[in-house]
């Protein structure tokens, strides 16, 4: 069974710093790119980050030099360190697991709040 967990949100104030974790299980992780989105109430669902099997990693501009993701290959899991947070990053933030040959998987959402 494919397991994407996603973990680490909560309320934060703005400028402050939070890090979020992806733990994956039932997948090759060394074979899938994993990405962060986040989706707000009533909008879509927006990318925000990825990194492929390789290590090579893509943001978005709204999140660049604040944002940085990563993985531990050993623990199957992905992280996003989010830095100078501000209140319009407040959204549930999603972990995807995604693999041209083998599928792609989404994870249950976190709830990340930046406000005062």
């Known amino acids: 069974q494919v397991q994407v967990v996603e973990s680490g949100g909560g309320l934060i104030q703005p400028g402050a710093s939070l890090r979020l974790s992806c733990v994956t299980s039932?997948?090759?992780?060394?074979?899938?790119?994993m990405g962060w989105y986040r989706q707000v109430p009533r909008k879509q669902r927006d990318f925000i980050a990825e990194i492929t099997g390789g290590g090579t990693t893509f943001y978005a501009d709204s999140v660049k030099h604040r944002f940085t993701i990563s993985r531990d290959i050993v623990k199957n899991t992905a992280f996003l360190e989010m830095n100078s947070l501000k209140p319009e990053d407040t959204a549930v933030y999603y972990c995807?697991?995604?693999?041209?040959?083998?599928?792609?998987?989404w994870g249950q959402g976190t709830q990340v709040t930046v406000s005062s």
């Open positions: 039932g997948i090759d992780f060394s074979r899938f790119r």
């Open positions: 995807n697991a995604d693999s041209v040959h083998l599928g792609s998987y």
